[in-house]
């Protein structure tokens, strides 16, 4: 048996759960995601009723539908 322990600090060698590139994109693709929805939420929060709010919630849900279907067709045509 030796004199550690599992878990024991500092590790001899440390594991890496998940590489620094997948860390950094993922990073990414986060503050993407909040700046997207910052602006909606910007947009939303100038409109000046509650319909007008779902209202523009709805534009909003249809485009990026729309952008959806778009994007997914153009990655189904071959190369």
Do not use: C, F
Not at 21 to 38: F, N, P
Not at 46 to 65: H, K
């Amino acid at each position: 048996m030796s004199d550690r322990s599992p878990g024991r600090w500092p590790v001899d060698e440390p594991v890496d759960l998940v590489p620094d590139d997948l860390y950094l994109q993922r990073a990414a693709e986060r503050g993407r995601h909040e700046v997207v929805l910052g602006s909606i939420r910007a947009h939303l929060e100038e409109q000046p009723s509650p319909i007008a709010v779902l209202a523009a919630v709805r534009r909003w849900t249809n485009d990026v539908i729309a952008l959806g279907d778009e994007v997914a067709k153009g990655k189904r045509k071959p190369s």
